[in-house]
């Protein structure tokens, strides 16, 4: 009985370097890959140990430059993300300007005018509207100057 006693612990003693191994082991599935394992005096184990060590300390900074590469990845999207959107409100806001000034025009001439002609022609991406009336007024030489600048309108108008 004593035998079977100091059989017992003498291989739990053996077997108790295989039972920090697997809370290591545990701690670096869960993502603590600091943790480490106190290398015990046993030339096996201590070999094991080490090796275990060294494969978490490669982990972590593997992992460590995942996460510099990601960061350094979600900035430029950003970057590149938020100038897109602010291209796209621009696009919006002179789209919607173009067509305040369009309506201007169209509608300036349909007031003013007999007759309206409107002509858009465009070559290598840029366009060129045209929008000219007609009209019945007479204006003198003095009032065409006049007639560039915003808000006038000639007496008759």
């Known amino acids: ?5 100091l059989l017992y612990f003498y291989i739990r003693r053996l077997l108790a370097p295989i039972g920090k191994l697997q809370v290591a082991t545990l701690e ?6 600091g943790h480490r394992i106190r290398e015990p005096s046993s030339t096996e184990f201590e070999q094991l140990f080490s090796a275990f060590n060294a ?4 982990l972590q900074a593997l992992f460590a430059n995942d996460v510099l590469l990601l ?3 979600s900035h ?16 919006v806001v002179d789209h919607e300007a173009w067509r305040t000034i369009i309506d201007n025009l169209l509608d300036n001439a349909r007031k003013y005018g007999v007759a309206i002609r409107i002509a858009l022609t465009g ?8 929008v000219t009336n007609r009209t019945e007024l007479v204006l003198g030489a003095d009032q065409l100057e ?8 000639g007496d008759a108008a």
């Not at 009985?1 to 006693?5: A, H, K, P």
């Open 123 to 130: 070559e290598a991406g840029r366009f060129c509207l045209s």
């Open 71 to 73: 960061g350094n990845l």
């Open 28 to 33: 670096v599935s869960q993502g603590r890959l």
């Open 146 to 153: 006049l007639l560039l600048q915003p808000f006038y309108r």
């Open 76 to 91: 430029d999207l950003k970057f590149y993300l938020t100038r897109l959107k602010m291209t796209a409100e621009v696009d």
């Open 1 to 5: 009985m004593i035998g079977f006693l």
């Open 55 to 58: 494969m978490a300390a490669r």
